[in-house]
Nanobody, 121 residues
Framework: QVQLVESGGGLVQAGGSLRLSCAAS????????MGWYRQAPGKQRELVAA???????NYADSVKGRFTISRDNAKNTVYLQMNSLKPEDTAVYYC???????????????WGQGTQVTVSS
């Protein structure tokens, strides 16, 4: 029904930058909130940043001032610009979207497959 495809992960040195992208496709009527989560080995998945359809944003305290989330509603795409990366940012990053499709009266959460971000010290 809905696919979220992420790109942009990789290996970077501490202090460097990466930009993640996530494009949603399928039988989409509308997308409410979109966000990025991450999961490091041995830890629970945590919210990194989220953005509503109206552009309101929310960030984890650990990334405020370093990461910026944005979205292009016309392209059903969300971005995460990550600057001043730290080794503790190393994790698998997952895209999430709350999507209303033509097949249902309810919006459901969808997840991407995850993209690895590794920050070396």
């Amino acid at each position: 029904q809905v696919q979220l495809v992420e790109s942009g992960g990789g290996l970077v040195q501490a202090g460097g930058s990466l930009r993640l992208s996530c494009a949603a496709s399928g039988s989409i009527l509308s997308i409410n909130a979109m966000g990025w989560y991450r999961q490091a080995p041995g830890k629970q998945r945590e919210l990194v940043a989220a953005v509503t359809s109206g552009g309101s944003t929310n960030y984890a305290d650990s990334v405020k001032g370093r990461f910026t989330i944005s979205r292009d509603n016309a392209k059903n795409t969300v971005y995460l610009q990550m600057n001043s990366l730290k080794p503790e940012d190393t994790a698998v990053y997952y895209c999430n979207a709350d999507v209303l499709t033509v097949l249902s009266d309810w919006a459901f959460d969808y997840w991407g497959q995850g993209t690895q971000v590794t920050v070396s010290s």
